[in-house]
């Protein structure tokens, strides 16, 4: 159902500029703009009848008169947003913050531009921020608590990895430490540009193109750290070869490593019981590089 808005402004050129802005993603109305001469009960209820969903109203600061339209409307139905537009060009902040202190959700000019205005008008869709319902707090609170938890999962992950690669530093002699690091990925320009930084810290590189050659690789050479595309040949991902070495071949003692341009696949990767050390965003930056690399320097991986 499209959202219903509607206008209350007096001036035809800022009336038809808006509605310009707005028609092609909302259903538009239109009212009278506010007059004291009309009365808080009249405009009220002509807004309260035809029930849209956001109201873009002139401000009119005489007696207050707009601000208390607002506080009546949203008494009675709090689900509706106000937007007030400063059409005189004299509203002050004692004003602007009166109105918003009392759950206007923005004043804006005349002159405002087309995505501005349907930016203000998609924050207003919710009704006033003071007058939301417990349920929509609630349900933000939920979403935000989830990106949380992802993230402390994701960062216990990896302090546990640590914890365990520092031990293993600890209880190995000195110089006896594998330098191995093996890279599986379709792009001839991902593997030399991660072969040179890594050669270039003194690391021997092996790389490999299909799961296939990784594997045998993988059993012969035994590398310390294992750097793969999160998409491989064959529909297969990088937590498939990830679960193939450590599951399947039994092949533990290695750090694994995810690459993946999508930000929004770390959570996934990074989940407990995928075998999944760490996860570096492609195209890796200059300073991600310097960053995965000063973990290995440091000996957080090997």
Do not use: W
């Amino acid at each position: 159902m499209s959202v219903k808005v509607l206008i209350m402004v007096a001036d035809n050129l800022v009336r038809t500029t808006l509605s310009s802005h707005l028609k092609e993603k909302y259903t538009l109305q239109e009212g009278s703009a506010p007059d004291p001469s009309q009365g808080i009960e009249s405009i009220s209820s002509e807004i309260l009848t035809m029930a849209p969903e956001v109201v873009i109203m002139d401000y009119c600061s005489e007696d207050a008169l707009s601000v208390k339209i607002l506080q009546e409307v949203i008494d009675r139905n709090e689900r509706i947003g106000f937007v007030f537009v400063d059409s005189s060009g004299q509203a002050d902040r004692e004003n602007i913050m009166m109105a918003v202190n009392e759950g206007a959700q923005a004043f804006i000019p005349v002159n405002i531009s087309k995505v501005a205005l349907q930016n203000y008008v998609n924050r207003a869709i919710s009704g006033p921020l003071r007058l939301r319902t417990q349920e929509d707090v609630h349900e933000a609170s939920e979403q935000r608590l989830e990106g949380v938890s992802q993230r402390l999962t994701i960062a216990s992950t990896r302090l546990k990895n640590s914890e365990k690669l520092i031990a293993y530093l600890l209880s190995t002699p000195l110089g006896s430490q594998p330098r191995k690091v093996l890279i599986l990925s379709d792009s001839p320009y991902q593997r030399e540009l991660l072969k040179k930084h890594l050669e270039d810290s003194n690391f021997v590189v092996l790389t490999a193109s299909a799961i296939g050659e990784a594997v045998s690789l993988t059993l012969s050479e035994k590398p310390r750290i294992i750097i793969s595309d999160y998409e491989l040949d064959d529909g297969k991902t990088g937590i498939d070869f990830c679960k193939e070495i450590k599951f399947v071949n039994k092949y533990t003692p290695c750090y694994f490593v995810v690459c993946t341009a999508g930000e929004d696949k770390i959570p996934a990767v990074m989940t407990p019981g995928n075998g999944v050390d760490d996860c570096l965003l492609k195209p890796a930056s200059q300073s991600a590089l310097n960053e995965f690399l000063a973990r290995v320097a440091l000996g957080l991986i090997v």
